[in-house]
DNA sequence: CGACGCCGGGCAATCGATTACCTCGCGGCG
DNA sequence: CGCCGCGAGGTAATCGATTGCCCGGCGTCG
């Protein structure tokens, strides 16, 4: 466990510790007989440099943090890959934290994080409000984007979903098969995605003439848990509505099994569609028609803003809103 | 982005760093008056330590790393999830890296959480032999333990499932149902739990006289795509076996898709199982039978056996092979 | 032939926090 | 009254790598 410093090396060569750091990053010209016999005696001693020193003294760790509401969301976990994915060709390495939807958890990793010196910020954010003082002030602190949802009055880039124009595809796919009358099962108003959702589903539904059902509007968490608990209610309900629009693919994947569990023939009686289009999204039962969200594209320009805000200081903010695309499949009739 | 030091909040107190440093740290005794002036002063001066520079002088990072081979198989994120939660209550954080099953990526993960100084490694490794060079490594360094799979030849403690006991809970539960032949579809044998899997398999398939079908060993890799393919291999053959057994759920998953494409009906014609129990085994169609993985059990292990070996040099290695539990669903006619 | 520039390489400061060791002052005890 | 012990707090070394500045030597050019 003892570990060999940059000082061994060099009393080995016979050299002094800057050439050795020299040799080793090919900062400075060294020679080339020099260099080689510094590798050598690193490679025969087992050196490697130690990351916290370097760390401290160039103030940067190539290393960029990413916080997430929850990793065991295939959403997020397919953003978490894209954007490592992004970051590897820049040779530079994720630190990922889930804050498990809680502010306070929150707050704690994005302390953390810039503790640790990360040279930037990945994040998405767990609420609309209660996450902006944490955000904010990592914001102030170094370069931070956030993803997917975004917390107001923060002065950072976001990129993420069209979230209105996905719900203006799912609902004229609904209305091509003729429905009259839609519940919107979501999670709490409390994140800047969801409100923007709702906001579209009232707006492109009213539009469409597609009323929503008493009692229709229900909002939780995103989880199969909370798709199964709204859809039991509905079920409890004096009657079911042509179609039940839901803010992700969890939620959906809940509902489903809740109306096979209860007899309901998806899409015979009824109509479920998704959001986000997870991999299991195709597997449940009927497979599930939701929009596919660009997470690629998302991660890729995420880590895009995040090498822009590193270099130059003061930018405009960009805001992105990606275009979503309609995955049809069996619950709606696809 | 200026951060500030220590070296500010003493000037502003009027003391010497050591004793801000003292101060909030706890670490010895500083007159009450004093640390909360020091409190003040690093409240409004909006201070937080560097934990670089902490680090370095006290070589700790209160951070454990885990590398695991993918970030979107839900087993993982489970097990990711419950390393995480079980650092918490010793206030450590977790650094999380997926190795993407290559061993090259894995192996630098490896390097950048040494040189990272991490406490210790939680580390599921890719591949049983190919692996070995950069965890023996990484395991002379600093604590590690492996998690389901194992590499061998590596003094580590492992933690995992009883994959013998597994394979037997599943044949004798589809011998129950009266299976005659059986099919396996796995991931190559490049891991340990992979070699167990099948040769549980092989065991108490033979002992309780079901028979492997004609080309039924099926060896690609962990995913849903495999899973698909393997089965379009057997709808292929002359003839379905009895029962297709399952490496991991997303394989299962895969060919129960198949199945319902190809109009095989499980469990009428078919029954299928899977492993691990993950959260959507239970809302594909049909829901799946699988073996539930202790995946919290282990994690808590895993991190106890951190812990330590941290704090006691030498000790005999443990091996953790935690016992799974059955989960009868539909697709075996549950 | 002298001066200048360039190149390889060394010295030592530096990053920011922690901590071993020291000092100072005060109270108690022989 | 002198000495000791103890608690509060300061001084400065330390962690390990990086890098600005400097030096000596050699090649080149006027």
Known sequence: ?????????????????????????????????????????????GYSANGIASALRRSRTDTVG???????????????????????????????????????????????????????????????????GAVSWAAGELPLVQVDRYVTGVESDWVGVDDDAALRLLLEHLAERGVRTAAFVSSELTSSSTELRVAGFQEHSARLGIGLAPGGMLLGEYSIEWGREAMQRLLAGPSLPDAVTCADDLIALGVLQTCAAGGVRVPDDLLVTGFDDIPFAALSDPPLT????????????????????????????????????????ASTGG
Do not use: W, Y
């Open 1 to 45: 466990m003892a570990r060999v410093t940059i000082r061994e090396v060099a009393a080995r060569v016979g050299v002094s510790t800057a050439t050795v750091s020299r040799a080793l990053s090919g900062a400075k010209r060294v020679s080339p007989a020099v260099v080689e016999q510094v590798r050598q005696a690193a490679e025969e001693l």
């Open 66 to 132: 990413m916080v997430v509401p929850s990793i065991t969301n295939p959403f997020f976990t397919s953003l978490v890959e894209g954007v490592e994915h992004a970051l590897q060709d820049s040779g530079r390495q994720l630190f990922l934290c889930s804050s498990r939807s809680d502010p306070a958890l929150e707050a704690q990793r994005l302390r953390s994080l810039v503790a640790r010196q990360v040279d930037g910020i990945v994040i998405s954010p767990v609420h609309g409000t209660e996450s902006t």
């Open 290 to 329: 939701t929009v596919r969200q660009p997470q690629v594209e998302i991660a890729a320009e995420a880590v895009r803003l995040l090498a822009d805000a590193e270099r130059a200081g003061e930018r405009p903010l960009s805001r992105l809103a990606l275009q979503p695309s309609l995955v049809v499949r």
